[in-house]
């Protein structure tokens, strides 16, 4: 008998869990957290490129030259990996809300901005 009852106090429960993660305010507020992650997620990845700008692509152009390809993807590989290790300790992988390529691309859309800032 005494078991019957935690069945169905286990079972209420899981009904009221799912009903609360059905309602309107549940859903607008997870939005709002991954909104706010993604958000998080662009500041972070145009430090990294404003950096890597400064620190690395800044000097190749000291030397009155174009990066080549292999060290614009260097230049592109620097940038997601100081990303991600600044992402790391709050628990933030890029994959988990970026699709393939867009954070490729908004590195891109960035250092135009900062080529047209120059």
């Known amino acids: ?3 019957e009852y935690i ?14 993660r059905s309602t309107e305010w549940y859903m607008n507020l ?15 990845l145009e430090s990294a490129v404003v950096q890597t700008y400064y620190d690395y692509v800044k000097g190749i152009k000291k030397l ?7 060290e614009a993807s ?12 600044i992402l790391k300790p709050a628990g933030i992988k890029m994959s ?3 699709v393939p390529g867009e954070a490729e691309a908004f590195i891109e859309k960035t ?8």
């Open 74 to 85: 260097s230049a592109m590989k620097k940038t997601l990996r100081d990303a991600q290790d």
């Open 30 to 44: 997870i939005q709002e957290i991954k909104g706010n992650k993604l958000e998080f997620i662009y500041r972070i």
């Open 64 to 70: 009155n030259r174009k990066l080549s390809p292999i």
């Open 96 to 98: 988990r809300y970026l």
């Open 1 to 3: 008998m005494k078991e």
């Open 111 to 118: 250092i135009q901005e900062l080529k047209r800032g120059e």
């Open 7 to 20: 069945k169905i106090g286990l079972i209420s429960l899981a009904s009221l869990w799912a009903f609360f």
